[in-house]
């Protein structure tokens, strides 16, 4: 086998894109169109909600998006 070598920033590029591919990979695995476990508005809200993670903003579009589906209700 030949040695071959490339920049650092090549190398960790390839490394990531091989990270992403795997992950993508994993997520197919899952059944990625099956429905979501609730189709309560108020609970999905409140679970966004506890994590405490998300501003006031982002979940006041969520809930209008989720006003918008026909799926939640």
């Given at each position: 086998?030949?040695?071959v070598t490339i920049p650092k920033k090549e190398y960790q590029e390839l490394v990531d894109k091989k990270?992403?591919?795997e992950m993508l990979?994993?997520?197919m695995k899952e059944d990625i169109f099956a429905p979501p476990p609730t189709r309560s508005r108020e609970n999905i809200l409140a679970l966004f909600r506890a994590t405490?993670?998300?501003n006031?903003?982002?979940l006041g579009g969520?809930?209008?998006g989720l006003r918008r589906s026909p799926y939640f209700r």
């Amino acid at each position: 086998m030949a040695t071959v070598t490339i920049p650092k920033k090549e190398y960790q590029e390839l490394v990531d894109k091989k990270f992403r591919y795997e992950m993508l990979r994993e997520i197919m695995k899952e059944d990625i169109f099956a429905p979501p476990p609730t189709r309560s508005r108020e609970n999905i809200l409140a679970l966004f909600r506890a994590t405490k993670r998300y501003n006031k903003k982002f979940l006041g579009g969520l809930r209008k998006g989720l006003r918008r589906s026909p799926y939640f209700r």
